[in-house]
Nanobody, 122 residues
Framework: QVQLVESGGGLVQAGDSLRLSCAAS????????MGWFRQGPGKEREFVAA????????SYADSVKGRFTISRDNAKNTVYLQMNSLKSEDTAVYYC???????????????WGQGTQVTVSS
């Protein structure tokens, strides 16, 4: 398995931007499909975005499409989530996950980071 550490969360105002990073350990990072999920208070962990091993395929939840961009740098073992035009409903703990297939369900991801809090004030 790969070990993951997220960073970049914080408190911002509605309309602001943030970039989250997820650093992976191990030499097999490029073999994993990477995903970003989020979990709000009292809610289940929900899919945000995913990116294929090469970065050539991406997918987004409808709620973030056009505002968020997922990318990866396999040379740096890092996946990013650029979040623009943030809304109060984006407030959540954001997690990155690693999996072997292109999945949208958290149950299919085998490794998780500890999460980073994003709070958007309106």
């Amino acid at each position: 398995q790969v070990q993951l550490v997220e960073s970049g969360g914080g408190l911002v105002q509605a309309g602001d931007s943030l970039r989250l990073s997820c650093a992976a350990s191990g030499r097999t990072f490029s073999a994993y499909v990477m995903g970003w999920f989020r979990q709000g208070p009292g809610k289940e962990r929900e899919f945000v975005a995913a990116i294929s091993t090469s970065g050539g395929r991406t997918s987004y939840a409808d709620s973030v499409k056009g505002r968020f961009t997922i990318s990866r740098d396999n040379a740096k073992n890092t996946v990013y989530l650029q979040m623009n035009s943030l809304k109060s409903e984006d407030t959540a703990v954001y997690y990155c996950g690693a999996t072997r297939g292109f999945y949208y369900s958290a149950s299919n991801y085998e490794s998780w980071g500890q999460g980073t809090q994003v709070t958007v004030s309106s």
